[in-house]
């Protein structure tokens, strides 16, 4: 099973912008769809974003027009650009590789990278 390890989070000020990395311990090129997901303190984890190897792309409405995913295959990598931030969109984000099918999480859940979103 692939290994992933987000990184790029931290502490911004409202409007400002961050962009996530998810590494891959192994190619991604054959992985059908991965996704962004994010969880508020105190509130369910929901997926914001995914991405299949072809590079179509979908978004939560939460964040569409702000969030952009993207993946490079040759770098082992997926990201996460996020511009605009809002307080609302503090929370811990994590990635993970999406069932081909139904859409469904298929790995195991990572510590993630904390974004907050303050001034």
């Known amino acids: 099973q692939v290994q992933l390890v987000e990184s790029g989070g931290g502490l911004v000020q409202p409007g400002g912008s961050l962009r996530l990395s998810c590494a891959a311990s192994r190619s991604i090129e054959s992985i059908y769809r991965m996704g962004w997901y994010r969880q508020a303190p105190g509130k369910q984890r929901e997926l914001v974003a995914s991405?299949?190897?072809?590079?179509?792309?979908t978004y939560a409405d939460s964040v569409k027009g702000q969030f952009t995913i993207s993946r490079d295959n040759a770098k082992n990598t997926v990201y996460l650009q996020m511009n605009s931030l809002k307080p609302e969109d503090t929370a811990v984000y994590y990635c993970n590789v999406q069932n081909r099918w139904n859409g469904y999480a298929t790995g195991p859940w990572g510590q993630g990278t904390q974004v907050t979103v303050s001034s």
């Open positions: 991405i299949t190897r072809d590079g179509i792309t």
